[in-house]
């Protein structure tokens, strides 16, 4: 997962959480991944730029 929200930085919750189900088959919830993510201490950070440049492509 460590790996994934490095190369995803930019991801909502639920896009993890459907990005782990691809790559395991496990699905997990979003409060799940919020507190994996949390106890980590893995950070997600927004950058608003890229989600709205990303979303209208």
Same mark, same amino acid.
């Given at each position: 997962?460590? %790996?994934?929200? %490095?190369?995803?930085?930019? $991801?909502?919750?639920?896009? $993890?959480? %459907?990005?782990?189900? %691809? /790559?395991?088959?496990?699905?997990?919830?979003?409060?799940?991944?919020?507190?994996?993510?949390? /106890?980590?201490?893995?950070?997600?950070?927004?950058?608003?730029?890229?989600?709205?440049?990303?979303?209208?492509?």
């Amino acid at each position: 997962i460590a %790996e994934m929200v %490095e190369q995803h930085q930019d $991801y909502t919750l639920a896009e $993890y959480c %459907e990005s782990w189900q %691809e /790559k395991t088959g496990v699905r997990v919830s979003e409060s799940t991944m919020c507190r994996f993510l949390q /106890k980590q201490q893995l950070t997600v950070k927004k950058n608003i730029s890229q989600r709205s440049s990303r979303s209208s492509g």
